[in-house]
């Protein structure tokens, strides 16, 4: 108790426990081997801090806490392992595997000029019979010019036969406007000869009132 007061030696508990994870990991999760770290022991609280090298590996870690704790507890002896307490992320650590994985330089192989072969007859000929039998096509110049009348012909005899229709002024109205308008026309006239037509016959009437009235005086006269 006096040495360990002073800090002469660690405690045995904890250090066992740094020292044995891998075997504590082993017994109780070997798929997280290699993946799992301790990375500090707290005998008085019995708290064991690890680190994953991945989020995945810490979400597995906090499944397999309790079968870790009960390794830990059993693997040294007065561990008293109580919690489990995951740490971040931490990279893992490069072995002897990780350096050999980076592949030594290679020497720089100097850049060698391609060399263009020269093709054989038979493509040469090819390539030459295909340029004789593709030659573009030479048009007779009388030929061109009979085309060119004949066109000229059949435009005019169509501007004859369809002709354009006049342009109309700025200042004509539209068909619509000109529909419109003759609407109205024909209604003004309609409402006028309605008017005429019956003011005649409220003259007619008005006449026939009168000399209805005329004569049926006139009989009393005479009675």
Do not use: C
Not at 152 to 163: C, E, G, K, T
């Amino acid at each position: 108790m006096m040495m360990t007061e002073r800090g002469m030696v660690a405690p045995a508990a904890g250090g066992s426990v740094l020292a044995q994870f891998d075997t504590i990991l082993a017994a109780a999760a070997p798929e997280l081997a290699g993946h799992v770290q301790a990375v500090g022991f707290d005998a008085d609280t019995g708290r064991l801090d690890v680190a994953p090298d991945a989020p995945a590996y810490g979400t597995q870690l906090r499944w397999k806490a309790p079968k870790l704790i009960a390794a830990a507890n059993e693997k040294v002896s007065g561990a008293n392992v109580r919690t489990v307490h995951v740490l971040a992320p931490a990279p893992a650590k490069a072995g002897p595997t990780t350096a050999a994985a980076d592949p030594a330089p290679q020497p720089a192989v100097p850049a060698v000029p391609v060399e263009r072969r020269t093709p054989p007859e038979g493509y040469r000929r090819a390539i030459e019979a295909h340029r004789q039998a593709a030659r573009p096509s030479r048009v007779d110049p009388a030929i061109a010019e009979a085309v060119e009348r004949q066109t000229a012909a059949m435009r005019a005899l169509s501007l004859r036969a369809f002709s354009e229709p006049e342009p109309e002024a700025d200042d004509q109205p539209a068909p619509i406007e000109q529909a419109r308008t003759e609407r109205r026309r024909q209604a003004d006239v309609s409402h006028a000869a309605a008017l005429r037509r019956a003011r005649a016959e409220r003259a007619a009437r008005e006449a026939g009132t009168a000399a209805a009235v005329r004569q049926t005086a006139s009989l009393g006269r005479t009675a």
